[in-house]
């Protein structure tokens, strides 16, 4: 499990990039330690909703029985995979940038199917 130091430096990366065309983007360490923990603060304000979704989602992956997230050269993706032959695997259309909006994705499309 991520440290919230850690989940903060992912936080504060995400906000330089959608500053970067205002101010010269500083790195996490070179932050004054006053703003390092507000960074750090706002990250442990976020993690339950974090920790509960990432609940549903094991849930549901545990639910489906055979579905497995892979990671492919450019994203990932949901595979079902059918135990006794691989050409029968069903494979989520599309990549993912994160295993998590994979899982989103398929739990989305798969509401959508009921």
Not at 2 to 24: C, G, H, T
Not at 32 to 50: G, K, M, T
Not at 71 to 80: A, D, I, L, T, Y
Request: with cysteine; charged share 25%; hydrophobic share 45%.
């Amino acid at each position: 499990m991520k440290s919230f130091e850690q989940i903060a430096q992912a936080m504060y990366r995400k906000w330089q990039a959608a500053l970067i065309r205002f101010r010269k983007p500083m790195p996490f360490h070179q932050l004054e330690a006053h703003e390092q923990q507000a960074w750090i603060a706002a990250a442990q304000v976020a993690q339950p909703q974090a920790d509960a979704r990432d609940a549903e989602r094991l849930d549901w992956l545990v639910c489906e029985g055979n579905a497995v997230v892979q990671e492919g050269s450019v994203g990932f993706w949901v595979c079902w995979i059918d135990g006794e032959n691989s050409a029968r695997d069903e494979y989520q259309l599309g990549e993912y940038p994160t295993a998590r909006e994979a899982i989103d994705a398929a739990i989305a499309a798969a509401k959508e199917n009921k």
